[in-house]
Nanobody, 122 residues
Framework: VQLVESGGGLVQAGGSLRLSCAAS????????MGWYRQAPGKERELVAA???????YYADSLKDRFTISRDNAKSTLYLQMNSLKPEDTAMYYC?????????????????WGQGTQVTVSS
């Protein structure tokens, strides 16, 4: 399975971005998916996750601004990010798991993308 993220970039505070993650290869192995982010000097953290049935999880501090979704027909995962803040600056990673239920444990993800950089200027 290959995961390729896109949609990152430089945006001013208060702006929006939509990240995409296209899955290819053995996509039948892809069920639960998630978005992580890692800022310089910080640990990788779970931003949002979505199960194969569409159930979702969000980090508490982000649930009002970020929305995770998926288009199974296109094998693509999305992250809509609104009202962006400078502290949202990070490398954002897409992850996929063979588990069908919602996955919030990093070790349970089997596949990772290379990441897309999001930079929010003040």
């Amino acid at each position: 399975v290959q995961l390729v993220e896109s949609g990152g970039g430089l945006v001013q505070a208060g702006g929006s971005l939509r990240l995409s993650c296209a899955a290819s290869g053995d996509i039948f192995s892809v069920n639960a998916m998630g978005w992580y982010r890692q800022a310089p000097g910080k640990e990788r953290e779970l931003v949002a996750a979505i199960g194969s049935s569409g159930s979702t999880y969000y980090a508490d501090s982000l649930k009002d601004r970020f929305t995770i979704s998926r288009d199974n027909a296109k094998s693509t995962l999305y992250l809509q990010m609104n009202s962006l803040k400078p502290e949202d600056t990070a490398m954002y990673y897409c992850a996929a798991s063979g588990h069908t239920f919602l996955v919030v444990i990093t070790a349970a993800y089997d596949y990772w993308g290379q990441g897309t950089q999001v930079t929010v200027s003040s």
